[in-house]
Nanobody, 125 residues
């Protein structure tokens, strides 16, 4: 069974940093796409960043570009989201999702097969 589990959420003051981790299991950790998403109550879930293992490409939402970095450690079956210069607008539940059969293309178009349970990130002003 393909599974992903997030960790690393928490509370931080504006301007601070957090690093989220997403550990994947249940498939060979190559040729995958993995995305980070976030959701605020009452709003639709939005894509934050994604990474394609096939070509190493990454994509970011404009609101986080330059502040967030997505990276992978295939030896640990883990993808990270380093979040710097956080603002209260970044407060949300963050989810990771994986497409274990990804081939090529822009990772936002992946077929997200498995989702994590979410990690709360709270940024205070």
């Amino acid at each position: 069974e393909v599974q992903v589990v997030e960790s690393g959420g928490g509370s931080v003051q504006a301007g601070g940093s957090l690093r989220l981790s997403c550990v994947a299991s249940g498939f060979r950790f190559d040729n995958y796409a993995l995305g980070w998403f976030r959701q605020v109550p009452g709003k639709e879930r939005e894509g934050v960043a994604c990474i394609s293992d096939t070509d190493g490409s990454t994509h970011y939402d404009g609101s986080v570009r330059g502040r967030f970095t997505i990276s992978s450690d295939n030896a640990k079956n883990t993808v990270y989201l380093q979040m710097n210069n956080l603002t209260p607008d970044d407060t949300a539940v963050y989810y990771c999702a994986v497409d274990p059969g990804w081939q090529i293309g822009v990772c936002w178009t992946a077929d997200w097969r498995a989702w994590g349970q979410g990690a709360q990130v709270t940024v205070s002003s």
